[in-house]
């Protein structure tokens, strides 16, 4: 079985390498390029502990092929802090204790942070429908929802200041 | 976990996939938005030795009005459903079922395509297709065909695309000013199949129901268009005793699984009640 | 020293210590995708281990056919039982005094039981070669039913166990029978039934359950035989015990045998046992030489690893006229799957159970259970159990509704009148548990008044009263108490180790410490909290103490984290280790200040001399002066251990109050409102305390209203996915208000009793009463969960209540 060669932008970078047709994009992150914030649940595409952002979108990684993501672009968590500053999301998280055993965190702060792009000013409803593919078994979802209320008030208060 | 070893295609045109599927026939199948067919793979319920990506296909996306007629890329996601403004004007029963189908994540690669060639009962966009009174491009060698979506679905996994066609358009009439619709899923929780549900589309003139259209989602081995139901209500204003007789035309069609989400008499009971709750939703949005 | 002194007060502020909301410390690595997770770790060499499982209940098997698995490129081994033989690995000991099958020996007993290990290159290949293992399997009736395991004619299950009339826990009468296990007075109890005026029974079960947590279990096992020695990082909630255990196992010296839990993500009991996986990886590293890594999928770790409850209870209260309970008797029968696999002390085959008698004053009581064999995965204690205290408080919860509605008693009431007063404490209950303090009345009265209780006894008269009312209210109240903190080595021991834990701590000469314990986080916060104990009790900030767990390299030999016991038992050591050094450096300070240790007083983070408060000694200077010069007769450094032995377990409570709504068209319900307050004595950190309750709460809320793992008749597991295990996403997880009293145990260091189950165990029946309560107009007394939309539908259709 032939190998694919496929170009892939993660966090910013190219990589280059050659992979099976059926390696799982979360496979390829995980074992190929090490960086392994993103983690694997479930195997029916439930749980959301694997998303990550492709092409400015959230997704899951387990039910996406690498080959899929030639000449595309992937973030992940390890991406998230910039120049050693947290993003509002990790910021949001870490001040209203978002997370407890931290297995679902990378997918929550990666859906978060796009989810915030899309709705910068959510109800609370809306931020419980927005993170509806993330699962969580520690925090019942009432700290995370606070987290990502903190993150949209910094996120707004950035934009305001910037503006 | 692991998928089984696999070839992999990424044709560009609706062509070369054609192509492809003529040359490879029942070893190969397409890959849409992948989240069907992918965790079957990983859990080796499913084994193609090709997998047909058309996803890079610019021609099966985009939303565009020809006329009175949505004309909807078989590759569009249901989050492109969800955000189209041409949709919310037109048809916005589309943009609202697409936020009851799974989650955000998958919304962002499920196709609309996907869940309606897959033929799998559970699917939403069957029964959406059916009440709204849409039609299929389908494309083969042969070049296209267009299919009502009455017509298109016949069995579990079974409908009438072809082995070696592409479902490349979902043809939809815009609403008429007026026109009510609703959807009613009853699941389990997000993400979930629906244990029934049941999409309508209607007029009415003054307090009568004038034209409606309901067909029910999870409740047989395809999703069933409710025309005895139609009849019910059809002429007839929205009292308890015509939504009850209109509820009880479209349980007696169905033939649902049992499963764990319920068993016959609950799933048939739910169909009843959610034809009533989509009647009386559609109605209320009637102008 | 010519900086400004700061208050007390300030001080305290700054060494965020002991009751503290202060943000957690392991946090950083978590937000930036920097955790230590098993599956994140790779070793050179490494190969990859996956599993051949049975696809059937119950069968002989015939053949087991490697070829086609070996031919593959890139696969280094495939083991079965037969392999392991040699090695007398085929078979292991379980934690419950029975044995379990590593590798299926010939005979398959539930679905999905290990067949077969493959070893390979990588995960690809690994499951491509399972996949390529064939075995011929020759199907056996299952059981499934424990009340038909126990009929005469019953298909035989352990044939290893053929003609051993005794097993672990006494005697076996049946050959599908474990043990039977009793408690209390029989005599007493049949005498206060005999004579009572009113007696109410109901049958009820809780039924079979899994864990969940989102990290699947998994390990990397890795021994080097050029130093004869055994390292694996494991997912395991107790990884001394498992040191132990391989060290039985393998023959190594345990002093060659390192066993590193990184971090976890999320125990809930599913990691506490000694799993095949685990031995078959460690087996395989020993053989190949090299560092091998399983790591199991979601459907092998609902289908094959601990599971929780499957009690079926008949459980009976006697009383007078007027509500005053004089007798309890249960009667469980306990489905534990193919094989005892239970992690409970080892003298408590039903674990404490036997709380059973709740918060109430209860003069006579028995329980028995009987323990029986089914072809299903092995197990029964998980899932924030407190050791079957889960099973324990909602029989007692619902038999005392059961009696309220017998009595046409308010249920709020009727708790009230039986409550163990507060001056009761310390109260022996009929089953021998000295429970430390409690005040349940403060606590009612606090929860009655802050939802209005009789506001919504009224607003639920008038919706009964109204025929067309779409919805069914229910309120739901549980006033639980639980038992925590195993416990006292004297009757609580895991395979022979007592169950005590351990700290030891170092202070540093520049002033910052390194703390370890013998049990190991899951999320809980430990390196947060514990460093918070220290804190206060040392006066070192908790930002400069290293709180380190889960090596046993390292650690001081612990029993783990699960049942509560972190704060308990692991919290006392660090107290009482931290007093240790305390007592030292009172010592170190009296000689730099000059004067006697009596002259001394100690505040916040000094010693001060009294009546001068210019003269004092931070516990800083006294730690480099412990490295600089000691006074005489003291050795340098700056640092204790201690084990601690608890006296006895500890007892927070509970008052949980859930008001909810059922749709009477679909069946499905809205909680509307739930309200808990929760008592562990005294309170380390308030927001990581309210997280725990968020997630206890919201595991409760799944197990009580849509988790199940339903078995067929030939003992297939329907539903092991996630498509259909109910894990509740945002959407469907209510909002929680939480509240607390403090009733501090007296018999601990530091008056804490820990929480985390606490939730868990009273939210669930919390949920079942207030379904109950919607019904309970029309008689019903009782409805087994799960309460699913479609289970509470056929409630409704049955009693004619639905729309």
């Known amino acids: 079985m032939a190998k694919k060669l496929i170009s892939v932008t993660v966090n910013g970078r190219v990589h280059e390498k050659a992979v099976e047709p059926r390696t799982l994009l979360i496979h390829f992150l995980r074992e190929e390029l090490n960086l392994t914030g993103a983690h694997i649940g479930c195997e029916t595409s439930h749980c959301g502990v694997c998303t990550v952002d492709v092409d400015g979108q959230s997704v899951k990684s387990c039910t996406l092929l690498a080959v899929q993501c030639d000449g595309g672009q992937v973030d992940t968590v390890e991406g998230l802090a910039q120049g050693g500053v947290l993003h509002a999301v990790q910021e949001g998280f870490y001040k209203e204790h978002g997370l407890q055993c931290g297995f679902c965190t990378p997918g929550m702060l990666m859906r978060a942070a796009r989810f915030l792009q899309e709705n910068p000013n959510p109800s609370e409803d809306e931020i419980r429908m927005g993170m509806s593919g993330n699962l969580c078994r520690c925090t019942g979802y009432q700290n995370i929802i606070k987290s990502i209320q903190y993150a949209a008030k910094k996120l707004q208060e950035s934009a305001t200041a910037a503006a | 976990?692991?998928?089984?070893?696999?070839?992999?295609?990424?044709?560009?045109?609706?062509?070369?996939?054609?192509?492809?599927?003529?040359?490879?026939?029942?070893?190969?199948?397409?890959?849409?938005?992948?989240?069907?067919?992918?965790?079957?793979?990983?859990?080796?319920?499913?084994?193609?030795?090709?997998?047909?990506?058309?996803?890079?296909?610019?021609?099966?996306?985009?939303?565009?009005?020809?006329?009175?007629?949505?004309?909807?890329?078989?590759?569009?996601?249901?989050?492109?459903?969800?955000?189209?403004?041409?949709?919310?004007?037109?048809?916005?029963?589309?943009?609202?079922?697409?936020?009851?189908?799974?989650?955000?994540?998958?919304?962002?690669?499920?196709?609309?395509?996907?869940?309606?060639?897959?033929?799998?009962?559970?699917?939403?966009?069957?029964?959406?297709?059916?009440?709204?009174?849409?039609?299929?491009?389908?494309?083969?060698?042969?070049g296209r065909r267009t299919v009502a979506a009455d017509d298109f679905f016949l069995g579990t996994y079974m409908t009438l695309l072809e082995e070696n066609e592409v479902l490349c358009e979902i043809h939809v009439p815009a609403f008429a000013a007026g026109t009510g619709s609703a959807y009613e899923k009853l699941k389990r929780k997000t993400g979930d199949w629906a244990t029934a549900g049941c999409a309508v589309v209607m007029r009415r003139q003054g307090g009568v129901v004038s034209e409606v259209r309901i067909a029910l989602t999870n409740v047989a081995p395809t999703a069933l268009r409710a025309e005895a139901a139609e009849q019910a209500i059809l002429g007839k204003e929205l009292s308890v005793a015509n939504l009850q007789a209109a509820a009880d035309a479209a349980t007696a069609i169905c033939d649902p699984a049992e499963d764990l989400r319920g068993d016959i008499e609950y799933k048939t009971a739910m169909a009843g009640q959610m034809v009533k709750r989509a009647l009386v939703k559609a109605f209320g949005r009637c102008a | 020293m010519n900086a400004p002194i700061l208050s007390a007060e300030a001080r305290e502020l700054a060494l965020a210590g002991m009751g503290a909301s202060r943000l957690r410390k392991e946090d950083a690595r978590f937000i930036q995708g920097k955790g230590n997770y098993v599956d994140d770790i790779k070793m050179a060499g490494m190969l990859h281990m996956d599993i051949v499982r049975a696809p059937v209940a119950h069968a002989r098997i015939k053949r087991i056919n490697k070829e086609a698995a070996l031919a593959m490129p890139g696969v280094h081994a495939v083991l079965t039982a037969e392999d392991l033989k040699p090695l007398k690995l085929h078979w292991m000991p379980t934690l419950a005094g029975d044995v379990q099958a590593v590798l299926a020996d010939g005979k398959v007993h539930f679905q999905m039981q290990e067949v077969a290990i493959v070893i390979a290159d990588d995960r690809y290949i690994a499951a491509d070669a399972a996949a390529a293992v064939e075995v011929e399997y020759e199907e056996l009736e299952a059981v499934i039913d424990p009340y038909a395991a126990l009929q005469p004619g019953a298909p035989v299950i352990r044939e290893d166990l053929a003609g051993k009339t005794e097993g672990a826990h006494g005697k076996r009468d049946h050959h599908n029978h474990i043990f039977t296990w009793d408690a209390g007075d029989k005599a007493a109890a049949d005498a206060a039934?005999?004579?009572?005026?009113?007696?109410?029974?109901?049958?009820?079960?809780?039924?079979?359950?899994?864990?969940?947590?989102?990290?699947?279990?998994?390990?990397?096992?890795?021994?080097?035989?050029?130093?004869?020695?055994?390292?694996?990082?494991?997912?395991?909630?107790?990884?001394?015990?498992?040191?132990?255990?391989?060290?039985?196992?393998?023959?190594?010296?345990?002093?060659?045998?390192?066993?590193?839990?990184?971090?976890?993500?999320?125990?809930?009991?599913?990691?506490?046992?000694?799993?095949?996986?685990?031995?078959?990886?460690?087996?395989?590293?020993?053989?190949?030489?090299?560092?091998?890594?399983?790591?199991?999928?979601?459907?092998?770790?609902?289908?094959?690893?601990?599971?929780?409850?499957?009690?079926?209870?008949?459980?009976?209260?006697?009383?007078?006229?007027?509500?005053?309970?004089?007798?309890?008797?249960?009667?469980?029968?306990?489905?534990?799957?193919?094989?005892?696999?239970?992690?409970?002390?080892?003298?408590?085959?039903?674990?404490?159970?036997?709380?059973?008698?709740?918060?109430?004053?209860?003069?006579?009581?028995?329980?028995?259970?009987?323990?029986?064999?089914?072809?299903?995965?092995?197990?029964?204690?998980?899932?924030?159990?407190?050791?079957?205290?889960?099973?324990?408080?909602?029989?007692?919860?619902?038999?005392?509704?059961?009696?309220?509605?017998?009595?046409?008693?308010?249920?709020?009431?009727?708790?009230?009148?039986?409550?163990?007063?507060?001056?009761?404490?310390?109260?022996?209950?009929?089953?021998?548990?000295?429970?430390?303090?409690?005040?349940?009345?403060?606590?009612?009265?606090?929860?009655?008044?802050?939802?209005?209780?009789?506001?919504?006894?009224?607003?639920?008269?008038?919706?009964?009263?109204?025929?067309?009312?779409?919805?069914?209210?229910?309120?739901?109240?549980?006033?639980?108490?639980?038992?925590?903190?195993?416990?006292?080595?004297?009757?609580?021991?895991?395979?022979?180790?007592?169950?005590?834990?351990?700290?030891?701590?170092?202070?540093?000469?520049?002033?910052?410490?390194?703390?370890?314990?013998?049990?190991?986080?899951?999320?809980?916060?430990?390196?947060?909290?514990?460093?918070?104990?220290?804190?206060?009790?040392?006066?070192?900030?908790?930002?400069?103490?290293?709180?380190?767990?889960?090596?046993?390299?390292?650690?001081?030999?612990?029993?783990?984290?699960?049942?509560?016991?972190?704060?308990?038992?692991?919290?006392?050591?660090?107290?009482?280790?931290?007093?240790?050094?305390?007592?030292?450096?009172?010592?170190?300070?009296?000689?730099?200040?000059?004067?006697?240790?009596?002259?001394?007083?100690?505040?916040?983070?000094?010693?001060?001399?009294?009546?001068?408060?210019?003269?004092?000694?931070?516990?800083?200077?006294?730690?480099?002066?412990?490295?600089?010069?000691?006074?005489?007769?003291?050795?340098?450094?700056?640092?204790?251990?201690?084990?601690?032995?608890?006296?006895?377990?500890?007892?927070?409570?509970?008052?949980?109050?859930?008001?909810?709504?059922?749709?009477?068209?679909?069946?499905?319900?809205?909680?509307?409102?739930?309200?808990?307050?929760?008592?562990?004595?005294?309170?380390?950190?308030?927001?990581?305390?309210?997280?725990?309750?968020?997630?206890?709460?919201?595991?409760?809320?799944?197990?009580?209203?849509?988790?199940?793992?339903?078995?067929?008749?030939?003992?297939?597991?329907?539903?092991?996915?996630?498509?259909?295990?109910?894990?509740?996403?945002?959407?469907?997880?209510?909002?929680?208000?939480?509240?607390?009293?403090?009733?501090?145990?007296?018999?601990?260091?530091?008056?804490?009793?820990?929480?985390?189950?606490s939730p868990h165990v009273g939210s669930i029946p919390t949920f079942t009463a207030a379904i109950v309560d919607a019904f309970a107009h029309k008689g019903v007394t009782h409805l087994d969960m799960p309460h699913s939309a479609f289970r509470v539908w056929k409630s409704l259709k049955q009693h004619g209540l639905n729309l």
């Open chain 3, 193 to 757: 039934f005999a004579n009572a005026p009113v007696t109410v029974s109901q049958h009820m079960y809780y039924p079979r359950v899994h864990p969940c947590p989102l990290e699947t279990c998994g390990c990397v096992a890795s021994f080097d035989p050029i130093r004869g020695e055994l390292t694996t990082y494991i997912t395991s909630q107790a990884p001394h015990v498992v040191r132990t255990v391989v060290s039985m196992l393998s023959g190594i010296p345990e002093s060659k045998v390192r066993i590193v839990s990184p971090d976890i993500g999320g125990g809930f009991g599913n990691k506490v046992g000694i799993y095949p996986g685990y031995v078959c990886a460690i087996v395989a590293s020993i053989v190949l030489g090299r560092p091998v890594k399983w790591v199991e999928d979601r459907m092998e770790n609902i289908s094959s690893t601990a599971f929780a409850r499957d009690y079926h209870m008949d459980g009976e209260l006697a009383a007078t006229p007027d509500g005053k309970i004089l007798g309890l008797r249960v009667n469980v029968i306990a489905d534990h799957g193919a094989f005892d696999a239970c992690a409970d002390p080892t003298k408590f085959p039903a674990g404490m159970f036997h709380i059973c008698s709740g918060s109430y004053d209860i003069p006579a009581a028995h329980c028995s259970v009987k323990g029986v064999y089914t072809n299903k995965t092995p197990g029964g204690v998980a899932y924030r159990c407190s050791f079957r205290v889960t099973e324990a408080v909602y029989l007692i919860e619902r038999m005392v509704d059961v009696l309220a509605q017998k009595l046409n008693m308010d249920k709020a009431e009727i708790r009230a009148k039986n409550f163990i007063q507060k001056e009761q404490f310390p109260y022996t209950s009929a089953f021998g548990f000295e429970y430390d303090s409690g005040d349940y009345q403060t606590a009612l009265t606090k929860v009655l008044d802050a939802v209005d209780y009789p506001a919504l006894r009224a607003e639920q008269a008038a919706k009964r009263a109204d025929p067309d009312s779409p919805t069914l209210m229910g309120i739901g109240l549980v006033t639980f108490t639980e038992v925590v903190g195993a416990g006292p080595s004297k009757i609580c021991d895991i395979l022979g180790v007592g169950m005590f834990d351990s700290c030891e701590i170092r202070i540093h000469p520049t002033g910052s410490a390194i703390a370890r314990m013998g049990t190991i986080t899951q999320g809980q916060g430990h390196q947060t909290t514990y460093a918070q104990i220290i804190a206060t009790e040392l006066g070192i900030p908790s930002e400069v103490i290293q709180v380190e767990e889960g090596d046993t390299s390292t650690a001081p030999y612990g029993l783990g984290t699960y049942g509560s016991r972190s704060t308990p038992v692991a919290g006392a050591a660090i107290a009482m280790a931290a007093r240790k050094i305390h007592a030292k450096a009172r010592k170190i300070a009296a000689h730099m200040l000059e004067v006697n240790e009596a002259d001394l007083d100690w505040e916040v983070d000094r010693f001060k001399v009294k009546g001068d408060d210019a003269k004092f000694k931070t516990m800083a200077e006294v730690a480099w002066q412990a490295y600089h010069q000691p006074p005489a007769g003291l050795e340098p450094g700056l640092e204790a251990v201690h084990y601690y032995d608890p006296p006895n377990f500890t007892f927070p409570f509970g008052i949980y109050l859930c008001v909810l709504d059922i749709d009477r068209a679909t069946g499905e319900t809205k909680i509307r409102r739930f309200y808990a307050l929760d008592d562990c004595g005294t309170r380390i950190n308030p927001m990581i305390i309210e997280g725990q309750i968020h997630g206890g709460l919201t595991e409760g809320f799944a197990v009580a209203m849509g988790q199940q793992m339903p078995y067929d008749a030939q003992g297939n597991l329907l539903g092991n996915t996630l498509m259909d295990y109910f894990l509740p996403t945002a959407v469907e997880t209510p909002h929680w208000e939480t509240d607390h009293t403090v009733t501090p145990s007296p018999h601990h260091p530091i008056g804490a009793k820990g929480v985390a189950e």
């Open chain 2, 1 to 142: 976990m692991i998928p089984p070893r696999f070839e992999y295609h990424a044709p560009r045109s609706v062509g070369e996939a054609i192509a492809l599927l003529g040359q490879l026939g029942s070893e190969a199948k397409l890959l849409a938005g992948g989240h069907s067919l992918l965790p079957m793979m990983k859990l080796r319920f499913a084994e193609p030795a090709h997998l047909i990506d058309i996803n890079r296909i610019p021609e099966l996306r985009g939303i565009r009005l020809e006329g009175q007629t949505l004309v909807i890329g078989a590759m569009t996601t249901e989050n492109e459903l969800i955000n189209s403004a041409l949709l919310q004007a037109h048809v916005p029963l589309l943009p609202e079922a697409a936020q009851m189908i799974a989650d955000p994540q998958v919304r962002n690669r499920g196709t609309i395509g996907g869940d309606i060639a897959h033929g799998d009962p559970g699917n939403d966009h069957p029964a959406l297709s059916i009440a709204l009174n849409a039609s299929f491009v389908l494309e083969g060698p042969k």
